[in-house]
């Protein structure tokens, strides 16, 4: 496709239940980041790619949370137990290179877990 | 300290006025600058980035870095209606592959 895709755009949970969001980047874009956004908040880092390694994990908030990405392009990010303050936008970028490079967003996944 | 700081506003213009947004940063070996647009309940898109010390425009938009004071801005000249939004600055050291976002500033343009 044209941009970067997420899918689902929502998700409705229950509190415990795993739920896994997926990240379709650019085609030919090799850095892929999730992002984390709460209601009136900024970005949150959570993991970056380059090809299928994740050299940077730094950002993500418990061992709760996973990503993985396969064949260089789709990446999930697994989000096992979860807990209410897991609800939020969780948005995907790609971005053709690595340092410095502008990155560009998927639509998001709007999660809630209640 | 935060890595990028933004004043959240909001911000009010009239339109047809000029606004100013900026961005402070913490890291001096920060190399690479982006200002992204965030309408309500969208993702962010880039507007403009920014590499070298100076003035950079595209449009109505200019960017304006100063590394040595480590600030960053953005001026939407002849501001519209649909320039309401939320202006998010994003900092990448190019060391590293992570980029710092600040919490935006939100703009509203003044019909």
């Known amino acids: 496709g044209a941009g970067v895709s997420q899918s689902p755009s929502n998700k409705v949970t229950e509190k415990g239940k795993d739920v896994e969001l997926r990240c379709d980047p650019i085609?030919?874009?090799?850095?892929l980041y999730w992002y984390r956004q709460s209601l009136g908040q900024g970005l949150e880092f959570l993991i970056y790619f380059q090809g299928n390694s994740a050299p940077d994990k730094s950002g993500l908030p418990s061992d709760r949370f996973s990503a993985e990405r396969t064949g260089g392009s789709v990446s999930t990010l697994t989000i096992q137990r979860t807990q209410q303050e897991d609800s939020a936008v969780y948005l995907c970028?790609?971005?053709?290179?690595?340092?410095?490079?502008?990155?560009?967003f998927g639509p998001g996944t709007r999660l809630t877990v209640l | 300290q935060k890595e990028v700081e933004q004043n959240s506003g909001p911000l009010s213009v009239p339109e047809g006025a000029i606004a100013s947004l900026n961005c402070t940063y913490s890291d001096r070996v920060s190399q690479s600058f982006f200002w992204y647009r965030q309408y309500s309940g969208k993702s962010p898109e880039l507007i403009m980035s920014i590499y070298s010390n100076g003035d950079k425009e595209d449009g109505r938009f200019t960017a304006q870095l100063n590394k040595a004071s480590q600030y960053v801005s953005l001026l939407i000249r002849d501001s519209q209606p649909s320039d309401s939004a939320t202006y998010l600055c994003?900092?990448?050291?190019?060391?590293?592959?992570?980029?710092?976002f600040g919490t935006g500033t939100s703009l509203t343009v003044i019909p």
């Open positions: 970028a790609s971005s053709f290179g690595t340092s410095g490079i502008e990155q560009f």
């Open positions: 085609s030919g874009h090799t850095a």
């Open positions: 994003a900092v990448n050291r190019n060391t590293g592959n992570q980029f710092y």
